[in-house]
């Protein structure tokens, strides 16, 4: 019985088994390519699968999809704006396997729920903040998938006191101010010299201004949303994983701070936010939760 698990995230593709023991050496990492995005979707999936019979298979996409159509339409993936049904096209090269589709950031929120810091939990947000921004919310110990399967678009919540334009059509969504394009934008218009997400959270680290406040918006910006969030859910637990994450005091001090100022009803006294364990697997591992609950039926 062989379990697979795929991410299709803004930037890349990364697919694996889903096994005991499975670590990231197992998994197999291609970038977005500008056309044929499928055939090297097929051709990753069918090196993973080797020669086995694939029995199950756990989708995570970026948004937005179409849950109940098996229906993605990625923002970054040109080629599949019109919508591409990746459920239909994954169970014709694996016919007999169980295949389920999901937003990646409920699939963060599964991750979290299973191998993470909400185990414990009933009611949690998970939020994953890379280039894009996506989260999982939990409600009674279910993640919540809403109407179409986009539920945990936490990237276009709104942000008080910002008002650049998004690419959903809106302005001033979390995105535009702590998505990785527009840190990345920001910082470059104040000067700071470099060429990734990597280098501007490693450069925070290490004392550049630019960057750290880069990062200081992006923080205070998120903890604006998560106060917002947290009374309407009733929550006492948010995990905020994701590359941009793993860059230090810059961006957590000015969030917790945020958090501090505006969340101050009495039932949120006890709000904790706290950084993922889950290393940015969060996505692939929640699509190989989907994987083994399909595979139980
Ligand atoms: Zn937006």
């Known amino acids: 019985m062989t379990m697979l698990a795929l991410e299709i995230g803004p930037e890349g593709l990364a697919a694996g088994p889903v096994a005991p023991g499975a670590d990231d050496e197992d998994i197999q990492r291609i970038p977005i390519p500008a056309t044929d995005v499928w055939d090297a979707c097929r051709d990753l999936l069918l090196d993973v699968a080797k020669d086995d019979e694939v029995t199950a298979v756990g989708i995570a996409s970026a948004g937005p999809i179409d849950m109940g159509a098996g229906v993605i339409a990625p923002a970054d993936i040109a080629e599949w704006q019109t919508g591409f049904g990746i459920v239909e096209a994954v169970q014709k090269i694996f016919p007999v396997a169980t295949v389920r589709l999901a937003l990646d950031g409920v699939c963060v929120g599964l991750a979290e729920r299973t191998?993470?810091?909400?185990?414990?939990?009933?009611?949690?947000?998970?939020?994953?903040?890379?280039?894009?921004?996506?989260?999982?919310?939990?409600?009674?110990?279910?993640?919540?998938?809403?109407?179409t399967g986009n539920a945990g678009h936490i990237g276009h919540a709104l942000v008080p006191g910002f008002d650049d334009p998004c690419e959903c059509g809106g302005r001033g969504c979390l995105e535009t101010v702590a998505g990785g394009?527009?840190?990345?934008?920001?910082?470059?218009?104040?000067?700071?010299?470099?060429?990734?997400?990597?280098?501007?959270?490693?450069?925070?680290?290490?004392?550049?201004?630019?960057?750290?406040?880069?990062?200081?918006?992006?923080?205070?910006?998120?903890?604006?949303?998560?106060?917002?969030?947290?009374?309407?859910?009733?929550?006492?637990?948010?995990v905020v994983g994701g590359q941009v994450a793993q860059s230090g005091p810059a961006l957590w001090r000015p969030l917790a701070a945020a958090v501090a100022t505006h969340a101050r009803l009495g039932f949120l006294t006890g709000l904790r936010?706290?950084?993922?364990?889950?290393?940015?697997?969060?996505?692939?591992?929640?699509?190989?939760?989907?994987?083994?609950?399909?595979?139980?039926?």
Do not use: C, Y
């Open 273 to 297: 936010v706290l950084p993922s364990e889950l290393e940015g697997l969060g996505p692939l591992a929640g699509a190989g939760v989907l994987a083994m609950t399909a595979a139980e039926g």
């Open 181 to 238: 394009a527009a840190l990345l934008r920001w910082a470059r218009s104040q000067g700071w010299v470099g060429n990734s997400l990597g280098a501007l959270t490693e450069t925070a680290k290490v004392g550049d201004e630019i960057a750290a406040q880069a990062l200081g918006r992006a923080g205070t910006a998120l903890g604006l949303v998560i106060a917002s969030v947290a009374p309407l859910l009733d929550i006492d637990l948010v």
């Open 115 to 147: 191998f993470g810091a909400t185990q414990t939990a009933m009611d949690a947000l998970s939020i994953s903040v890379s280039h894009r921004i996506t989260a999982g919310v939990m409600v009674g110990g279910f993640v919540v998938v809403g109407r």
